[in-house]
């Protein structure tokens, strides 16, 4: 069974940044070919994704509404991908969640929380 574990998130004045983290752990034959996504889900609404990223170096791709401020990096040494968030918005307040980006996903982690207010 495999095991997501999100972090980084918390209160954050709008403009400002945070990063966050997604660990897998379990068993996981090439983490390195896995298209992995950052997907948030605020409140009444549904869950989306925000971001995405293949194997293939630059590989990336971003929901109109993050395009520019966002970015989605791996290290898959450590099974692990980051999002680094800019420039926030109150908007971008949601509980950001990481998984597989496709056909077949994971069992969801407990997200982590991101609030962007002043």
């Known amino acids: 069974q495999v095991q997501l574990v999100e972090s980084g998130g918390g209160l954050v004045q709008p403009g400002g940044s945070l990063r966050l983290s997604c660990a897998a752990s379990g068993i996981i034959l090439r983490f390195y070919s896995m298209t992995m996504g950052w997907y948030r889900q605020a409140p009444g609404k549904e869950r989306e994704l925000v971001a995405g990223?293949?194997?293939?170096?630059?590989?990336?791709n971003y929901a109109d509404a993050v395009k520019g401020r966002f970015t989605i990096s791996r290290d898959n040494t450590m099974n692990t991908v980051y999002l680094q968030m800019n420039s926030l918005k109150p908007e971008d307040t949601a509980v950001y969640y990481c998984?597989?980006?496709?056909?077949?996903?994971?069992?969801w982690g407990q997200g982590t929380q991101v609030t962007v207010s002043s």
């Open positions: 998984n597989k980006n496709g056909a077949t996903i994971w069992p």
């Open positions: 990223i293949g194997s293939a170096v630059g590989s990336t």
